[in-house]
T-cell receptor
């Protein structure tokens, strides 16, 4: 069965500092990986996705993620965090041609001035 | 831009009531989903639909049913609401996966449902 682990439930960073959110997945074949962001009171918005090709993926809002097959990881990064990045972040994994994805439990990011 | 609209942002119902949550998407997507979101549990799939009148159970279908009579509309039904169904409910739509791709899902803003 596919699964996603986000080991950090809460993370606090200072504005301007770099950010890395961890995601580990379990999937028996080639994974399709996603990061979503949820602002308070909103639905989820896609930040970026990885299907194949270059393992470093660029997304919206200055985010990027790196797929590392050997570590079963897909960590999300941003070089300089802005106060507006405070939100909850979800990693998700799905399979080829298969509609269902499995979401992690989320990491809540707090940004302090 | 894809628009997924959930009919209510907040809803308060009583135990035993039949509750309908409505979701409409405007992009002619084939697939639609209902999730519930609870703190510490992330998103859990209740039901999904890959075509009109077609549905499949997700991970936690007990106590729920769904209806998809038109392509753009996917309804979640709580047959007899219970307090443990108090939660945030999220609807999503997705274009049919083609070839080797798995398309991302597009989410509505959610319905926060309280069962008293």
């Amino acid at each position: 069965a596919q699964s996603v682990t986000q080991p950090d439930i809460h993370i606090t960073v200072s504005e301007g500092a770099s950010l890395e959110l961890r995601c580990n997945y379990s999937y028996g074949a080639t994974p399709y990986l996603f990061w979503y962001v949820q602002s308070p009171g909103q639905g989820l918005q896609l930040l970026l996705k990885y299907f194949s090709g270059d393992t470093l993926v660029q997304g919206i809002k200055g985010f990027e993620a790196e797929f590392k097959r050997s570590q079963s990881s897909f960590n999300l990064r941003k070089p300089s965090v802005h106060w507006s990045d405070a939100a909850e972040y979800f990693c998700a994994v799905g399979g080829k041609g298969y509609q269902k994805v499995t979401f992690g439990i989320g990491t809540k990011l707090q940004v302090i001035p | 831009d894809v628009k997924v609209t959930q009919s209510s942002r907040y809803l308060v119902k009583r135990t035993g009531e039949k509750v309908f949550l409505e979701c409409v998407q405007d992009m002619d997507h084939e697939n639609m989903f209902w999730y519930r979101q609870d703190p510490g549990l992330g998103l859990r799939l209740i039901y999904f639909s890959y075509d009109v009148k077609m549905k499949e159970k997700g991970d936690i279908p007990e106590g729920y049913s769904v209806s998809r009579e038109k392509k753009e509309r996917f309804s979640l039904i709580l047959e007899s609401a219970s307090t443990n169904q108090t939660s945030m409910y999220l609807c999503a739509s997705q274009s049919e996966a083609t070839g080797h791709s798995n398309q991302p899902q597009h989410f509505g803003d959610g319905t926060r449902l309280s069962i008293l």
